[in-house]
């Protein structure tokens, strides 16, 4: 009898070890919101917007996560990545390359997905939520300056891409929407609003929100080209 309970001694504990470990790997691939997957860092957050800044480094996977707002991406740092949905086959997508924008209607699209970096460097994008839901507007967008190329429009946003060699600025101008700007190229530029100036050396993944219904001038006085995306938010 002692041999036999000696016997089933290591048999049990065999079995509540692999019971741990798959429990353990179950949470591990189990959804989690996007505020809960740890390379999806929250860096912004107002009533109109949520800001992640999501990296992936080199072979990385991220976990299972739930985007549910409609959301607009700037990637910062491309690379060559995959996305597997739950459930779903595992999709290779176009490599994205720094300056890359694109939106998903997530709030009646949601989505469930982990994404892997199959490239030799570090991926990083910034995930723009809207927080709000959409509100009919009788007030028209306003006309851009030249300076802003037109990249999508919808219901929700309208986003374009501003490029600025040294020494160069827009004319001023005012904007109807509340707009964020995300630095894709970094020089020195400065943002000039009556309220505020503010001459700063930017990076690339850097942001500025920026309120409506106020005169406006963006400056490049870096020695290098400055490259923003401007997201308008209806």
């Avoid at 070890?17 to 809960?36: G, K, N, R």
């Avoid at 300076?147 to 891409?161: A, G, H, K, Q, T």
Wanted: charged letters at 25%; aromatic letters at 12%.
């Amino acid at each position: 009898d002692k041999a036999f309970y000696l016997m089933k001694r290591p048999i049990r504990f065999t079995f509540f070890f692999f019971l741990f470990a798959s429990m353990q790997l179950f949470a591990q691939d189990a959804p989690v919101p996007i505020e809960q997957e740890p390379r999806h860092k929250l860096v912004f957050e107002n009533e109109f917007i949520r800001i992640f800044d999501t990296r992936i480094p080199v072979g990385d996977v991220s976990q299972f996560h739930i985007h549910s707002f409609d959301s607009a991406f700037v990637c910062i740092n491309g690379g060559e990545t995959q996305s597997e949905e739950l459930g779903k086959p595992i999709q290779k997508r176009p490599p994205f390359k720094a300056g890359d924008v694109w939106y998903r209607p997530h709030a009646t699209m949601p989505l469930t997905h982990r994404v892997s970096n199959l490239g030799q460097t570090d991926f990083r994008v910034l995930d723009i939520e809207l927080r709000q839901a959409l509100t009919e507007s009788d007030v028209p967008m306003a006309k851009l300056p030249k300076e802003f190329v037109p990249i999508l429009e919808n219901d929700r946003v309208r986003i374009s891409r501003l490029t600025l060699i040294p020494g160069a600025k827009t004319p001023e101008h005012k904007l109807t929407r509340r707009a964020l700007y995300v630095i894709v190229q970094a020089s020195k530029a400065v943002f000039n609003f009556p309220k505020e100036r503010r001459l700063t050396d930017y990076d690339p993944g850097d942001y500025y929100f920026a309120p409506a219904n106020v005169e406006r001038f963006i400056g490049n006085f870096g020695d290098k080209e400055f490259e923003a995306v401007q997201i308008e938010i209806k």
